[in-house]
């Protein structure tokens, strides 16, 4: 059940712009579906920094904590969520009209032994939901991420 998924979009932007954007984690609620707000965990910012997500859908709500995995200024900035590592991120290449913009989320082994522990014969059912959750959310959330460049 592990699997890799990716959606882009050319943002009206440069790469460097796109990326001060996404990589303050602060703004995130402002495109994202599920999480409405983050704080960065101390005064470190950049590869190793960690931050606390508050999430929410219509079921349920949680909060998690990240890890910045890659922070490359104008080219991409990912983390990786909880004990599950998780990988989201977002990657930016130069487009004749600004930039394209890929949001990308790697779920892997790892995550699929935590969610084996902690749901059971319910695990497979939860990673689908999961990645289907992505799959709508991933265009909606560049979409957002546009409008706001575009501004």
């Given at each position: 059940?592990?699997?890799?998924?990716?959606?882009?979009?050319?943002?009206?932007?440069?790469?460097?712009?796109?990326?001060?954007?996404?990589?303050?984690?602060?703004?995130?609620?402002?495109?994202?579906?599920?999480?409405?707000?983050?704080?960065?965990?101390?005064?470190?910012?950049?590869?190793?920094?960690?931050?606390?997500?508050?999430?929410r859908t219509p079921?349920?709500?949680?909060?998690?904590?990240?890890?910045?995995?890659?922070?490359?200024?104008?080219?991409?900035?990912s983390w990786s969520?909880?004990?599950?590592?998780?990988?989201?991120g977002y990657r930016?290449?130069?487009?004749?009209?600004?930039?394209?913009?890929?949001?990308?989320?790697?779920?892997?082994?790892?995550?699929?032994?935590?969610?084996?522990?902690?749901?059971?014969?319910?695990?497979?059912?939860?990673?689908?939901?999961?990645?289907?959750?992505?799959?709508?959310?991933?265009?909606?959330?560049?979409?957002?991420?546009?409008?706001?460049?575009?501004?």
């Open positions: 059940m592990a699997y890799e998924l990716e959606s882009s979009t050319t943002v009206p932007a440069t790469p460097m712009a796109a990326y001060s954007l996404v990589s303050d984690v602060t703004r995130t609620g402002e495109w994202s579906e599920q999480t409405h707000l983050v704080e960065w965990s101390g005064e470190e910012r950049g590869e190793g920094a960690t931050f606390t997500g508050h999430n079921d349920r709500q949680w909060t998690t904590v990240s890890t910045v995995v890659t922070d490359a200024p104008g080219e991409e900035f969520v909880g004990d599950a590592q998780v990988i989201w930016m290449r130069p487009a004749a009209d600004g930039t394209t913009l890929t949001l990308f989320t790697q779920f892997g082994p790892r995550a699929e032994e935590v969610f084996a522990q902690r749901f059971g014969d319910d695990a497979a059912e939860q990673i689908e939901i999961r990645r289907q959750a992505a799959v709508d959310g991933m265009p909606l959330t560049l979409s957002r991420i546009r409008a706001l460049l575009t501004d």
